[in-house]
């Protein structure tokens, strides 16, 4: 699962669409953590697809990762500034590759 404590166990290496990315990034096998309020683990995301479909936001959108191990895409949380906080993506990604800092 996502480390809940990926801003202090990471850096912040890149930005990507307006949302920080935490390292480390070796691409493309090492993709890292993208957002912050609205974290996904790029390394864990297998493309299930389930946060995108259930988000009543739309806060993600997928981005291309040819020749990652887990997915050939991941959801990445481009409208995370949107997040109302309901926490559905958190509950229905398999891997538990989302955390919401609803704090
Ligand atoms: Fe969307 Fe709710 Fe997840 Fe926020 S917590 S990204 S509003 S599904
Ligand atoms: Fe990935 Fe989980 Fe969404 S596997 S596509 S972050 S539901
Ligand atoms: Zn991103």
Do not use: Y
């Not at 691409?27 to 957002?35: A, V």
């Not at 609205?38 to 993600?60: H, K, R, T």
């Amino acid at each position: 699962a996502i480390d809940p404590q990926f801003t202090e166990n990471r850096e912040q290496v890149d930005e990507h669409n307006g949302h920080a990315v935490w390292g480390p990034v070796d691409e493309p096998e090492d993709l890292g953590i993208h957002g912050t309020h609205v974290a996904v683990d790029f390394d864990l995301c297998i493309a299930d697809g389930a946060c995108l479909e259930d988000c009543p936001v739309d806060v993600f959108e997928w981005v291309d990762t040819p020749d990652h191990p887990e997915s050939e895409r991941k959801a990445d949380p481009a409208n995370e500034a949107q997040c109302i906080d309901c926490m559905l993506c958190v509950d229905v990604c398999p891997v538990d590759a989302i955390d919401v800092d609803a704090g």
